[in-house]
């Protein structure tokens, strides 16, 4: 401890990064919470994959977007070329997902085709959408912030346990969970890696910290809306 009585800075932007979304996480575990505890969560676990979906589809075509605009800012820029290489190697593991949250909702006797065919929430579409706008207009590194929140946190065995047992579905409905939760440990730890490897300014690691915090925000309040049924095109 300094002489002024003040912590040091975690050393790493990683660690920097994760002490930030700690800060602001609490609300989505109250949003998960709220979804496990809900009386009627067999009910709303299709509204869930639904939302699960409309994110997980974005996830290689928002990655593509910040390594395409990496690329283009040239090979001089080690961040940019740093962030392009991950996102190289990143996208190839997460292509499919989405078909993994079409065959959960198969198992739930839920219809693709009403899903494919309803719009997102704008919530949903303001999460996804401030990592186009921060890619293509200000900083594709901005994207880190974004992964950071999707992969760092990914839902424990005993979580997605009680899941299966508070809504009665068979454990087939749950395949992305279970995939991510064994998935998404090695997955932070490659972010964790390659964060701490780019030469990262403090006006990097600001817009970053920005997008992991809008991220949380957002996403919680998206999730939140699958509880309280706001979510747009119900029933469509």
């Known amino acids: 401890m300094s002489q002024t009585g ?10 920097r ?19 496990l505890n ?10 869930y994959l639904f939302f699960t979906h409309c994110i997980i589809r974005a996830s290689v075509p928002v990655m593509r977007c910040a390594r395409d605009r990496a690329l283009s800012i040239g090979v001089s820029d080690p961040v940019a070329a740093g962030l392009a290489a991950y996102l190289d190697e990143h996208i190839a593991e997460e292509m499919h997902h989405d078909d993994w949250v079409l065959d959960d909702l198969d198992v739930v006797g839920g219809d693709r085709e009403a899903l494919l065919a309803r719009a997102p929430s704008p919530t949903v579409a303001s999460l996804v959408g401030a990592q186009y706008y921060w890619i293509l207009h200000h900083d594709p590194v901005a994207v880190m912030g974004y992964i950071a929140l999707l992969e760092g946190y990914p839902p424990s065995t005993a979580l997605i346990d009680r899941l299966i047992d508070r809504t009665g579905h068979p454990p087939e409905a749950f395949r992305t969970l279970l995939a991510h939760g064994a998935l998404d440990e090695h997955h932070r730890l490659e972010f964790d890696r390659a964060l701490d490897a780019l030469p990262l300014s403090p006006a990097h690691e ?18 939140a809306e699958v509880i309280d049924g706001a979510g747009l095109g119900r029933g469509g």
């Open 6 to 15: 003040t912590q040091p800075a975690p050393a790493g932007s990683a660690a």
């Open 17 to 35: 990064l994760r002490l930030k979304l700690g800060l602001v996480l609490g609300d989505v575990v109250n949003a998960r919470d709220r979804l």
């Open 38 to 47: 809900h009386p009627r969560v067999a009910d709303l676990y299709p509204e």
């Open 206 to 223: 600001t817009i970053i910290g920005l997008s992991a915090m809008h991220s949380t925000h957002t996403f919680a309040r998206a999730l």
